[in-house]
């Protein structure tokens, strides 16, 4: 009969993966990132750069005399994908995990680590990040009211626009920048003409840029991700809309001027220093290390963020002589201006980081940028 | 007025993509009532392959007229064998079986195909260069309307009405229309199905190549799943011009661009999906046969 | 006995002792087994039984998560109070939704099925009313609690989802011998023939949808509650095809067919993470060949209703 061999087969498949998923005295670091789907390159950059600093560190020894090794999971920048990875690394028993890109993988995996004591850093930069106050979570970049507050200035004191467009996506990262920035707008003084929503991969939003171009606007402030951002800014100058762009830091990422083309030249960026512009000798020697090993430089500054959180746990953990989750955590709290890659690292008692400054970035003719805040 | 007016513009542009997409699904399906779920995925396809093309034989980026008809040539041969291929493989040998066997068949071979396109050109967008056409502009009373645009709506009219001419007015085309009313009639009139219908899919597939070349130079980003929403629409503007009819494909084509843009440009382009799928119920509930009414047999 | 409840049973008596064996990544995956099993089952109920194209299926099960992931970061409703809307909620839309299209020809229902999938995902998406949370979805959903005593662990979550799997069988046995089970049945054989012996075509179709809707709902619940988060791709048209697929090419009205499918499309990429990238080429392939070698699924249904000598071949 059929079923007998069929049985017999998995059974014995069962048998033999039980058995393959066996660890030696390991201490496993997660990496949860969008290593595939429309942030890819965000999310290998992420990886690499986590690799790299564990293959340095157990070249020097490990940690605590125990070697480290590194489980990935895919979540494709989804928030689905996200929580299954989290449940996923958390049975695996790391100690730590990076992760992820966007604050929605980000979200929807904290619960699951939260529970189950695993730590988790991330360069999400959602508000919604921190107000839970999990002590298991570190963010290691800034966040949207910040960086909103910080444009603000730029847009209504510095550069006087008087009819300002806000436009974010669906996701929760954008729509909380997009109203940090329209609330701080206001706060200044600023008069914000138009605020919408495009829905990210749509690629053709000459629907909406249609109607705002009847409006007359002097400033378009786009609060979503670089793949629609690229795509908006070239249409925007095709509909032949004569206002400024200016880009939140999810737009920060070579393919935002490859999609633009030509209609890149004077996009402006807000965003944390860029990976160039970091005035540390480390993360120059960190470039020039990653770059050694994967033939080309990590694509933006957000991986560089999340190795600093990498390093400031595993900095913890050798400190406190300990796994323990909560000891780490609770040193980390503590910490004050840990020397990172991108600028010293401090955090506060809800895992938010302080002290990050920004830049002001205008893309070039040849799609490099140029600093011009003061 | 003149935001209407761009907004019919732009709704006529993605309608005749979606019509010329359109048109490949409605020729399968009037001779083998068949959904060719693979259809979309094969436009992607034709977008990638186009994208290596151009930059493989023009490395220094020309945009001449020369260059720019050598990859569509080029490009719409490659998908069209890749269609031959497909009914060949994926098709041909479930004729004779249940129809919801042709349908999971036809699911797989889009995966395939949407896979293949990831395991080749890898799982990032990959994005067309912006100068294969020239990126002038006309505006007229302030309706603003680019080359690309005007390539998009003369190339896609062309084709529409050389196709239907085809169908038509000639010999060949008369034999596909028999086909499609009754495959065992057609047989014993000595017409040769298996040929027909290859030629059907070299047809459709070609068409569906052109819209994917179009839609790489006119959205600039082009991911490996693009395909699949992209071709379910497209099977909704057949279905409610009415399926198995050319000019119904045509003016269901238009009629769900023009739609969506009004509906995104005035209500909300985030709604877009949701509208096309209620004016397909309504379509179907008060007009069942689509609007130029469907040419298919129904055999009781 | 027949062969069907022998292997039912056996099935749950292997999978109730399974987790003495397992650890928390294997628990895991069972529990992945089981929830989509119980889709997989109510998917069968609606395209295997009643013949009904139906490939918007990950609609009803997103409902059920998403009633429970609403009901209870929103409102604060706790776990076990969320499982009767997660079912009813589900079974009113496939009703309101199904009942103007049910008669549609086979491949129009598929369109139209597929366009519901749709216009749910758009309407988590654009975070309707605002409790829908939007492209990355709910998160934070609780744990199941009942005196105080918080269900937590995998083997929890495990049990459960089997107890749901024994209902689900339970009720596709209790079908199969009812009236109902018989109507669907001629329905699916020749649904011109079936009206004319007086059967409600309409009825007994939409009775399908909704016993299916609700079961994946129950599903849904359940699945929401295991990742403590849910989200709008989840429940795409793709996971719809998956279903759709998994009852075609396993076998359909076929239980070990059905356990089969949902065995290779959800639990093997679990295990062979290495074929991540090319999971979906190897799925289509297999669907497609498996379609051309053996069009009524890898383990059909041996016994019928009707003698075999009375079965022609053709559809």
Request: net charge positive; with cysteine; glycine share 10%.
């Amino acid at each position: 009969m059929r079923i007998l061999p069929r049985v017999a087969a998995s059974v014995a498949v069962c048998a033999l993966l039980v058995t393959a998923g066996s660890a030696a005295d390991v201490i496993k670091i997660g990496v949860q990132a969008p290593i595939t789907g429309k942030y890819a390159n965000e999310g290998q950059s992420i990886d690499n750069g986590v690799r790299l600093v564990i293959d340095q560190l157990n070249a020097k020894g490990g940690l605590l005399g125990k070697q480290l090794e590194v489980v990935s999971c895919d979540d494709e920048g989804k928030a689905q994908k996200a929580a299954i990875c989290a449940r996923k690394l958390v049975n695996e028993g790391v100690l730590a995990v990076i992760g992820s890109y966007t604050s929605g993988a980000t979200e929807a995996a904290q619960t699951t680590y939260f529970r189950n004591k695993t730590l988790q850093t991330s360069d999400g930069t959602s508000g919604s990040l921190t107000k839970h106050k999990y002590w298991t979570f570190f963010r290691n970049s800034f966040r949207n009211s910040d960086q909103a507050a910080f444009t603000a200035t730029y847009l209504v004191k510095e550069k006087g626009y008087k009819n300002i467009v806000v436009i974010s996506d669906y996701s929760g990262y954008s729509v909380d920048l997009a109203d940090s920035a329209a609330k701080s707008i206001k706060a200044e003084g600023g008069n914000v003409i138009y605020q919408g929503k495009i829905k990210s991969g749509t690629q053709n939003f000459t629907a909406v840029l249609t109607k705002i171009k009847a409006m007359k606007p002097d400033a378009i402030y786009f609060a979503g991700y670089y793949t629609d951002g690229g795509l908006m800014r070239a249409q925007q100058q095709q509909l032949g809309i004569k206002a400024d762009f200016i880009g939140g830091d999810a737009n920060d990422n070579p393919d935002f001027v490859k999609l633009a083309g030509k209609s890149a030249e004077g996009t402006i960026l807000v965003n944390f220093p860029t990976a160039d512009f970091l005035p540390y000798d480390a993360a120059k020697v960190f470039i020039k290390d990653y770059t050694a090993k994967y033939g080309k430089a990590p694509s933006s500054v957000w991986a560089l963020m999340n190795v600093d959180g990498l390093s400031a746990i595993l900095h913890a953990a050798k400190e406190t002589k300990s796994l323990d989750t909560k000891k780490i955590s609770d040193y980390l709290h503590a910490l004050k201006d840990f020397p990172g890659i991108t600028g010293p690292v401090s955090f506060r008692e809800d895992g938010e980081r302080i002290n990050t400054k920004f830049n002001i970035y205008e893309i070039q003719a040849d799609g490099k940028y140029k600093i011009i805040n003061k | 007025m003149d935001i209407f007016l761009q907004q019919i513009v732009n709704g006529l542009t993605i309608g005749s993509l979606y019509a010329l997409v359109a048109l490949g699904y409605t020729m399968v399906y009037g001779v083998m009532k068949l959904i060719n779920f693979a259809h979309g995925d094969l436009v992607a396809l034709s977008a990638f392959a186009g994208l290596t093309v151009y930059t493989n034989i023009f490395a220094d980026g020309g945009t001449s007229i020369i260059a720019v008809i050598t990859v569509f040539m080029f490009t719409a041969a490659i998908i069209a064998v890749v269609g031959v291929l497909l009914e060949r493989l994926a098709y041909r040998p479930l004729r004779t079986a249940p129809r919801l066997s042709a349908v999971v068949s036809a699911l797989g071979a889009g995966l395939v195909i949407q896979n293949a396109i990831m395991l080749i050109w890898g799982p990032n967008m990959k994005i067309f260069p912006s100068d294969l056409f020239p990126s002038t502009i006309y505006e007229i009373n302030g309706v603003v309307i680019t080359f690309t645009q005007l390539m998009i709506l003369i190339f896609s009219s062309v084709l529409m009405i050389a196709l239907y001419l085809f169908i038509n007015k000639t010999k060949m085309g008369t034999a596909i229309r028999a086909v499609a009313i009754d495959q065992d009639a057609a047989k014993l009139m000595g017409i040769n199905v298996n040929k027909i219908i290859m030629i059907i899919f070299i047809i459709g597939s070609a068409l569906g190549a052109v819209a994917g070349l179009f839609i790489g130079i006119y959205y600039r980003g082009i991911t490996f799943d693009m395909g699949w929403m992209y071709g379910l629409n497209a099977f909704v503007a057949a279905i409610i011009g009415g399926i198995g009819n050319i000019p119904g494909a045509m003016f269901g084509g238009l009629m769900l661009g023009l739609f969506n843009a009004l509906i995104s440009g005035y209500i909300s382009s985030a709604w877009a999906e949701t509208f096309t799928f209620m004016l397909l119920i309504v379509v179907l509930i008060f007009r069942p046969t689509g609007i130029l009414g469907e040419k298919v047999a129904e055999k009781v | 006995m027949n062969k069907t409840s022998i292997i039912s049973i056996g099935f749950i008596a292997v999978m109730s002792v399974f987790p003495f064996f397992a650890d928390s990544a294997w628990l895991a995956v069972g529990i992945t087994f089981l929830v989509f099993s119980v889709v997989a089952f109510s998917q069968d109920i609606i395209l295997g039984r009643a013949g009904a194209f139906h490939m918007g299926h990950a609609a009803f099960f997103g409902l059920g998560a998403y009633t429970t992931a609403i009901l209870n970061t929103h409102y604060g409703w706790p776990i076990l109070a969320t499982w009767a809307p997660a079912v009813i909620i589900p079974v009113v839309v496939a009703l309101i939704t199904t009942a103007p299209i049910i008669h549609l020809r086979g491949d129009y229902l598929l369109v139209t099925t597929i366009g519901i999938n749709i216009i749910f995902l758009q309407i988590l998406e654009n975070d309707l009313f605002g409790i829908t949370g939007g492209p990355n979805g709910i998160f934070g959903i609780d744990v199941v609690k009942l005196f105080g005593y918080e269900f937590f662990d995998q083997i929890d979550m495990y049990y459960m989802a089997l107890i749901l799997l024994g209902i689900t069988l339970f009720i596709m046995k209790t079908l199969d011998g009812s009236k109902f089970g018989r109507a669907m049945f001629y329905i699916n054989k020749d649904d011109v023939a079936a009206q004319s012996m007086g059967i409600n075509i309409r009825y007994y179709k939409l009775y399908a949808f909704a016993i299916g809707a609700g079961l994946a709902g129950a599903a849904g619940s359940m699945f929401a509650v295991q990742y403590s988060a849910v989200s709008p791709e989840a429940f795409d048209v793709l996971q719809s095809i998956m279903f759709f697929t998994i009852v075609l090419v396993g076998g359909s009205a076929s239980l070990p067919g059905v356990l089969l499918g949902t065995f290779v499309m959800f639990v093997l990429p679990e295990i062979f993470r290495e074929f991540e990238t090319a999971r979906y080429l190897i799925f289509g392939l297999a669907m497609i060949l498996t379609m051309i070698l053996r069009p009524r699924g890898i383990w059909p249904v041996k016994f019928g209703n009707i003698p075999a000598f009375l079965k022609k071949g053709k559809k």
